[in-house]
């Protein structure tokens, strides 16, 4: 089956700087790439997804950069803030949905003032 | 548009004994999850239903875990009897099928096993 790698397990931004975190995956057929977001004791929150047709997606503050032929894809969050402080968590899966998704082992993110 | 609803938030049992999980997705959401998700690792999906049909069941414990969804809508997820290392938050998520789908979660339960 799928297997998705993270990195890294903990990373640590003063606010204002960029922060990236990447994804690598196993089966070349995935196809679908969501990461979400979450805070402490909160549900997880989809905040960007790729899919395979594309190598990179923008939505304000974040982007997610697709190689499928190295087989990993990477989150930028960029100015970060206080607010961006959280767990986030890749995923793949095949199919172009969320059906079967296998996640990543988390990153979590500290953004200090 | 109301979210996906799980009860209980909390659940402590003692090992052997059994526990129940419901799940509410959103209305009109034809597929259904359930995840756990162990202290500091991602979400692992138990099982998808798509209506009331298991799509794919893989990686739940058959041995000790049972989920349904009669009619389709709600869905329960039992353990039977529960292990130390079943401790975990159990996540339901639902999606609309087809293309260009999102995955929205619930709150979860927090299981503890003593």
């Known amino acids: 089956g799928e297997n998705v790698e993270q990195h890294p397990s903990t990373l640590s931004v003063q606010e204002g700087d960029s922060a990236v975190i990447k994804c690598t995956y196993s089966d070349s057929a995935s196809n679908y790439f969501p990461w979400y977001k979450q805070e402490l004791g909160k549900r997880p929150q989809l905040i960007i997804d790729i899919r395979s047709n594309v190598g990179e997606k923008k939505d304000q503050r974040i982007a997610v950069t697709l190689n499928k032929t190295a087989k990993h894809f990477s989150l930028h969050i960029t100015e970060t803030q206080p607010e961006d402080s959280a767990v986030y968590f890749c995923?793949?899966?095949?199919?172009?949905?969320?059906?079967?998704?296998?996640f990543g082992t988390g990153t979590r993110l500290q953004v200090t003032l | 548009e109301a979210g996906v609803a799980q009860s209980p938030r909390y659940k402590i049992i003692e090992k052997r004994q059994s526990v129940a999980f419901w799940c509410n997705p959103i209305?009109?959401?034809?597929?259904l999850y359930w995840y756990q998700q162990i202290l500091g690792q991602g979400p692992k999906l138990l099982i998808q239903f798509q209506n009331n049909g298991v799509v794919d069941d893989s990686q739940l414990p058959k041995d000790r875990f049972s989920a349904e969804r009669l009619k389709g809508v709600d869905s329960t997820l039992k353990i039977q009897p529960a292990k130390l290392e079943d401790s975990a938050v159990y996540l339901c998520?639902?999606?609309?099928?087809?293309?260009?789908?999102?995955?929205?979660f619930g709150q979860g339960t927090r299981l503890t096993v003593v």
């Open positions: 998520a639902s999606s609309l099928t087809g293309g260009n789908t999102e995955a929205f």
């Open positions: 209305s009109g959401h034809a597929t």
């Open positions: 995923a793949a899966s095949i199919g172009g949905t969320a059906s079967k998704l296998t």
